[in-house]
Nanobody, 126 residues
């Protein structure tokens, strides 16, 4: 069973950058597709980005495409989300999620992910 821990959230100014990390435990981390989701106050959980188990495929929500980059380092049991050109509407709690899946397609559906972290707060404000 994968256990996930997010870090790197905080306060950033509009136009600024943050890098989120997700550390996973367990020997099977590398056999999981991974994703980032976010939830703003009063809103539903929203897909942000996803990456395949070996990192060769990725997908992004239209709202973050060109600004955010997802990556992973299986040797370190870690996944990352580089967030640039941040906007106020990026303010949310960000969750990483894992899906035991070793094909190259990536999913943006939260129901496909079995394991979730506790979340890290990202606030974009001047």
């Amino acid at each position: 069973q994968a256990q996930l821990l997010e870090s790197g959230g905080g306060l950033a100014q509009p136009g600024g950058s943050l890098r989120l990390s997700c550390s996973g435990s367990g020997r099977t981390f590398s056999r999981n597709a991974m994703g980032w989701f976010r939830q703003a106050p009063g809103k539903e959980l929203e897909f942000v980005a996803a990456i395949s188990w070996i990192g060769s495929s990725s997908n992004y929500a239209d709202s973050v495409k060109g600004r955010f980059t997802i990556s992973r380092d299986n040797a370190k049991n870690s996944m990352y989300l580089q967030m640039n050109s941040l906007k106020a509407e990026d303010t949310a709690v960000y969750y990483c999620a894992a899906r035991p899946f070793t094909e190259e397609t990536v999913s943006g559906a939260s129901r496909d992910y079995d394991y979730w972290g506790q979340g890290t707060q990202v606030t974009v404000s001047s």
